[in-house]
């Protein structure tokens, strides 16, 4: 309870009133502070989000309803590659933790070698070429399936998010901002 007290008297102190303020105050102390940091007149929207959870508590207090508990964030986890030694790390190449060009090499050097070895029995330099030339197809046809196999499964993962149209938007302008004020920090840094 007095880690909720806490959080509650700076949110008081963030928004300039005395605890126990009423509605109405809290709400013209939300207007007044949001002229500042709301992302239309370029402030963070996280901070305006923050703002506005801020707000929701006090009215919650306000109103005598209970609080909840801020949430607690989940910690991250990432995958740890499996480890592998021997045959494992010949085959590798399949479950995508290998370049696509081992893969393309893989399989295209037999077919080089093969026809390579055909030219020599059969004495043909045409046959040379034509082996050199089927091995660079089936390199860039392999190389190229592979390559889009694999960013299916890589778009098609549960785990992968995908942003609405109104997300990028939120997050070019966010980034247009961000580096605005990095030149504008910059000129200022150069002036002084």
Known sequence: MSGQTTT?????QRF???????EEE????????????????????????ELRASRERLLRAARGEALEPPPVPEPVRRPQPPERN???DLLAVFDGSQP?????????????????LAAVIRLDRSLIAGSLVAGLAVFVLVCVAVGV????KVNTRPEV????????????????????RRRAAERASRAG
């Open 8 to 12: 509650l008297s700076r949110e008081y």
């Open 16 to 22: 300039e009133l005395h605890p126990g303020a009423s």
């Open 26 to 49: 809290i709400n013209a102390s939300f207007r007044r502070l949001s002229k500042r940091v709301h992302p239309d007149v370029g402030g963070s929207p996280e901070l305006f989000d």
């Open 86 to 88: 021997g045959l494992a």
């Open 100 to 116: 696509v060009w081992v893969l393309g090499t893989i399989v295209a050097l037999p077919v080089v070698i093969l026809g390579g």
């Open 149 to 152: 196999g694999r960013q299916h």
């Open 161 to 180: 998010i995908y942003r609405s149209a109104e997300e990028v938007v939120r997050l070019r302008a966010q980034r247009i901002r961000d580096e605005n």
